[in-house]
């Protein structure tokens, strides 16, 4: 019987609870001094101290910091800011790792398997890194290759996340972040099984399938196991090399974004929950954008996506009343009047755009530096008043994709009228036609 050698070992667990423990221990006592201490610099230092923290981690606590960062309403603008800058590229594993990896994973024999493989990774993140490849069949190949012990790292940072929640709580009550804790523990792990994210991209393969402009790579499940995904190769330019191309083109890339987003959300009840700008490519003109990393999927009930809906059609009627049931259906509890208004100052913000019915971009005349700065100093402030309020789990991985898709239309400087694009991708949409037709979605890939 061939060893796990990413086994959730007892010793790794103690060391690095031991390493991010100090580290976290060092930030309290910065904090006490800080609040003793006072000053309007009180919350830069704070924050300058968790960063301190964290930054010399890579892996899964790093990961949930920048997921927190990316949510405005959730953190001080000090602390979003320092964690924002909390880098997700660490150096990329040498090639004896990667023989010793793929060995594990494919056994002994592993290189007769591929025509070709580069031993020199083309990119490394939190949780692993991408070699190309060719395959037998002389298909280009990109294999995702883990890091080793991530799963002793997930554990031991999932249980340090409470140390930086109680920091957190001591600065700023008016948020219970208790359920945000869960949602991004489930995530985390579900992000270090590679099986399951072959069975995200054939979700999203299948729904685009007809679609020349979307393209989703193929996985290879004969090259790939838990903590292995071998896929297609897809051939294209990031992003961020079009923010200078025409507007036309600038134009057709975001309503590809958007209906890549919200297509898979309004019919299937599932989105993309990590929208970052390194996870889209685009073909030359950009005729076609590949969808690339789906290690972050979030399923959703059928109930979640109709108080979507709801929310949006509420908002656009200035009823109260409905809102209240919006939110209701988002998991929201222990609502009154004073708490909806509150809730819906970040609800216009999101769904602004939306909400528009005219061609505009999505910060319209706002900088892109103070867009959304405003609306959730407004919310904070107001909870401080109105709340605490328990922010349910579904709303964290929403909230999430909705800014970083709306963060890559501010760097396409994309002009549309983006509430016709919502209520294109609305049409025909039934919350029961929802749940049959997500059922019938993922049995066919295996996700239930």
């Known amino acids: 019987m061939t060893l796990d050698p990413e086994r959730d070992r007892l010793s790794g667990r103690l060391t690095r609870s031991a390493r991010v423990g100090a580290g976290l221990a060092g930030a309290g006592v910065s904090y006490g ?22 930054g010399g981690l890579k892996g899964p606590l790093m990961k949930a910091a920048q997921m927190f ?30 023989r010793r990896r ?25 949780l692993g890194q991408v070699h190309r490849a060719t395959a037998l069949d002389d298909a280009p190949l990109a294999v995702k290759l883990q890091y080793p012990e991530m799963q002793s790292a997930v554990e031991s940072d999932l249980g340090q996340l409470r140390a930086m929640f109680a920091l957190y709580k001591r600065i700023d009550q008016s948020i219970d972040p208790t359920e945000i804790a869960e949602e991004v523990a489930e995530r985390l792990r579900e992000e270090l099984d590679y099986e399951r994210e072959a069975r995200h991209m054939a ?33 294209g330019s990031g992003l961020l090399g079009f923010k200078t191309a025409p507007l036309e083109t600038r134009n057709r890339i975001a309503k590809l974004l958007f209906e890549a987003w919200w297509s898979p ?41 109709g108080g979507v809906v709801r929310l949006y059609r509420a908002l656009l009627a200035d009823d109260r009343a409905a809102q209240a049931d919006a939110y209701r259906g988002w998991g929201f509890t222990g609502l009154n009047d004073e708490l909806v208004d509150v809730l819906g100052v970040w609800a216009r913000f999101i769904y602004g ?55 890559a239309f501010l760097h396409l400087g994309a002009e549309h009228n983006w509430r016709r694009l919502f209520e294109e991708s609305l049409e025909g949409f039934e919350e029961g036609a929802v749940a049959v037709r997500q059922t019938e979605a993922l049995a066919q890939v295996g996700l239930i």
């Not at 960062?69 to 004896?96: H, I, K, R, S, Y």
């Not at 993309?272 to 789906?294: I, K, S, V, W």
Request: glycine share 8%; proline share 9%.
């Open 265 to 305: 959300m309004t019919h299937i009840g599932v989105i993309h929950g990590d929208p970052h700008l390194g996870n889209y490519t685009l073909t030359p003109g950009a005729e076609q954008l590949n969808l690339l990393d789906f290690g972050c999927v979030r399923i959703f009930p059928p109930s979640f996506v």
């Open 33 to 54: 001094v800080n609040r003793l201490f006072g000053g309007d610099e009180a919350d830069a230092r704070n924050a300058r101290a968790l960063k301190a923290a964290l």
């Open 102 to 126: 793929m060995a594990a994973e494919l056994g002994p024999d592993w290189r007769s398997r591929f025509a070709e493989f580069d031993m020199e990774a083309t990119a490394a993140a939190s």
């Open 353 to 407: 755009p939306l909400l528009d019915d005219r061609v505009r971009t999505v910060a319209d005349g706002v900088a892109p530096g103070e867009y959304g700065r405003r609306e959730a100093f407004r919310v904070r402030q107001a909870l401080k008043q109105a709340g605490p309020v328990r922010i349910p789990r579904e709303f964290v991985f929403m909230d999430r994709a909705a800014i970083g898709l709306g963060a």
């Open 203 to 235: 979700l999203y393969r299948a729904f685009f399938a007809g679609r020349p402009d979307i393209a989703v790579p193929e996985p290879r499940p004969e090259l790939s196991t838990r903590r292995l995904l071998t896929m297609g190769w897809l051939e």
């Open 69 to 98: 960062a990316t949510v405005p309403d959730l953190l001080p603008p000090e602390f979003a800011a320092e964690l924002a800058e909390l880098q997700t590229n660490a150096p990329a594993m040498g090639g004896p790792f990667v």
